[in-house]
């Protein structure tokens, strides 16, 4: 009877921890409860949050436009634009100077960013290709979507 007791003890317990302790999706939920018991674990956000990424067709024109949370960047020279095959030259910021474990001195975007091109192709041929990191260390690899 003592062990059918203990166990049911320990059970409880089990249960009443596991509702207590928030699971990493809730942490937006339970700010205090996140760091207090996951103080280590580091929240990398989804790239179309990270980088913010849009684009709009007007006449002549294609708006491309990407809202960088703080925290986070894209490589200047991994954005690219692909129309019929072809790469369409891009008027981007010159960015800021960033030494990259992996590439090098690079050009890095942060911020808010914002690009115009003439858009006189069919809106289906074209396509957009970037990539970008966290300041944690994360890297996305490329995204990459039609336009």
């Known amino acids: 009877m003592k062990y059918v007791s203990s166990m049911l003890g320990l059970f409880f317990v089990s249960i009443v921890f596991a509702t207590v302790v928030p699971q990493k999706k809730d942490k937006e939920l339970l700010p205090e409860l996140t760091i207090l018991f996951n103080n280590d674990d580091q929240v990398v956000l989804p790239p179309d949050l990270a980088f913010g990424f849009e684009h709009e067709f007007y006449?002549?024109?294609?708006?491309?436009?990407?809202?960088?949370?703080?925290?986070?960047?894209?490589?200047?020279?991994?954005?690219?634009?692909?129309?019929?095959?072809?790469?369409?030259?891009?008027?981007?910021?010159?960015?800021?100077?960033?030494?990259?474990?992996?590439?090098?001195?690079?050009?890095?975007?942060?911020?808010?960013?914002?690009?115009?091109i003439d858009a006189t192709r069919e809106r289906s041929d074209c396509s957009i290709s970037y990539q970008g990191c966290s300041l944690m260390g994360y890297c996305y690899p490329p995204q990459k979507m039609a336009l």
């Open 59 to 116: 006449a002549e024109l294609l708006l491309l436009s990407w809202n960088i949370q703080p925290g986070y960047f894209i490589y200047r020279n991994k954005v690219a634009v692909l129309c019929d095959q072809n790469e369409v030259k891009l008027n981007l910021p010159i960015g800021k100077p960033w030494q990259d474990e992996v590439f090098g001195d690079v050009s890095i975007l942060e911020g808010e960013i914002e690009v115009q």
